[in-house]
């Protein structure tokens, strides 16, 4: 048995030490890194965001990966993320798997792993009102010509343009009203 002194550092742990200066020791980085760069909340780590990725994130996002239904849902939320960016938004409130029900819903025979993989390249998932979060209830489908479509609408036009097309022009809006999506089935 090894006596505390050869055992290695990361072994034995870290006495409890205020951080001071809003900084903290990364053991991999070996240096005073910000503390925005350490996970928040949870026991306290000497490890950095980033060198956790690599430890152990980026192994179990190739697994996940490697699962090809996985990385098609993981697809169509990527495209929504990068979407809200669009929109101004900092996050989403919508997970994969409410995009699979969502999937489900408008296949109602059943969605298996090639239909999956098939909707991931055809369609998309975008904001039935451009100026709240993406979220299951504030979500339509929609093709990809048609995504393509309504962000140049959002582009030229604001909200105005982006809904007006979304609902398919068809607004039942008077002249003096703001225009506002109606709830959208999940249809294409």
């Not at 949870?42 to 950095?48: L, N, S």
């Not at 919508?94 to 298996?112: N, W």
């Not at 003096?176 to 709830?183: A, V, Y």
Request: glycine share 10%; with cysteine; proline share 6%.
């Amino acid at each position: 048995m090894l006596s505390k002194s050869t055992m290695c550092v990361h072994c034995i742990g870290f006495p409890s030490v205020p951080d001071r200066g809003g900084v903290r020791f990364c053991t991999h980085c070996e240096d005073f890194v910000p503390l925005a760069k350490f996970q928040s909340g949870g026991p306290r780590r000497y490890v950095c965001k980033f060198h956790m990725y690599i430890a152990s994130g980026q192994r179990s996002s190739k697994k996940m990966l490697s699962d090809p239904q996985k990385r098609a849902l993981h697809q169509l939320w990527g495209r929504a993320f990068k979407d809200s960016k669009l929109f101004k938004q900092p996050r989403i409130a919508i997970t994969q798997a409410e995009i699979a029900k969502i999937l489900a819903f408008a296949a109602p025979g059943g969605v298996g792993k090639s239909g999956v993989l098939y909707a991931a390249k055809v369609f998309a998932i975008v904001p039935s009102d451009p100026t709240k979060a993406l979220s299951a209830a504030n979500s339509a489908l929609v093709s990809t010509s048609t995504r393509s479509l309504l962000m140049r609408q959002w582009k030229l036009f604001g909200k105005e343009g982006y809904c007006e097309h979304l609902t398919g022009g068809n607004g039942s809006a008077g002249a003096n009203s703001e225009r506002t999506p109606e709830p959208l089935p999940h249809t294409v």
